[in-house]
């Protein structure tokens, strides 16, 4: 079966310095994986999808992902953190049956 | 505009008090699907459909029903709301895999924060 773990359910970072968003993945076949984000009181955002194309995915605001199949990694990054970076954010993989299975969240706070 | 839109945004209603939450899309999409977003647990599938008269249920069914009488629409029934339903609510949208090419990807709504009490 599918699965997601989402490595930090929080992650703190100084505006203008790196972001790292931990994803790990579990499937028996080659998944679709998507990273969404969710700004306060708000719906869910696609920022970026891997669908067996291109490993290094770039998405919306700087962000990209890195689709690793030896680590089963889809780790979220964006060189520079912006105060309006600051939500949760989700992994999610996509099972055969297109039913998208979501990790836990990351809560990314900026600070000035 | 391509869209996912759900109603109402907010609801309170009491204990057994049949409910309906509607959801709509425009982007000709088969598969919608419903989840329930609770702290500390992600989103969770409520039920699926991959086309029109064809539904199935996710991974918390309990309590709830749908149906998709027409392609554009999935509504969410909750027929006695109790309070372990108090939740937030999206549906979603997409092309069924291996469909939609670049634009494959799931649109979701805004969401409905339900509140039983």
């Known amino acids: 079966a599918q699965s997601v773990t989402q490595l930090d359910s929080h992650v703190s970072v100084s505006e203008g310095t790196p972001v790292l968003l931990r994803c790990n993945y579990s499937s028996s076949y080659s998944p679709s994986l998507f990273w969404y984000v969710q700004h306060p009181n708000k719906g869910l955002q696609l920022l970026l999808k891997y669908t067996s194309a291109a490993t290094l995915v770039k998405g919306i605001n700087g962000f990209e992902a890195e689709f690793k199949k030896s680590e089963t990694s889809f780790h979220l990054t964006k060189p520079s953190a912006h105060m309006s970076d600051a939500a949760e954010y989700f992994c999610?993989?996509?099972?055969?049956?297109?039913?998208?299975?979501f990790g836990t969240g990351t809560r990314l706070q900026v600070f000035p | 505009e391509a869209q996912v839109t759900q109603n109402p945004r907010y609801l309170i209603t009491v204990t057994g008090k049949k409910l309906t939450v509607t959801c709509s899309q425009n982007?000709?999409?088969?598969?919608m699907s419903w989840y329930r977003q609770d702290p500390g647990l992600g989103l969770r599938q409520i039920y699926y459909?991959?086309?029109?008269?064809?539904?199935d249920k996710g991974d918390v069914p309990e309590g709830y029903k749908v149906s998709r009488k027409e392609k554009r629409n999935f509504p969410l029934i909750l027929e006695s709301p109790s309070p372990n339903q108090t939740s937030l609510y999206f549906c979603a949208s997409s092309f069924l895999p291996g469909q939609g090419g670049l634009n494959y990807g799931y649109t979701f709504g805004s969401g409905t924060r339900l509140t039983v009490v």
């Open positions: 999610v993989v996509s099972d055969i049956t297109d039913k998208l299975i």
């Open positions: 459909s991959m086309n029109v008269e064809v539904t």
């Open positions: 982007m000709n999409h088969e598969y």
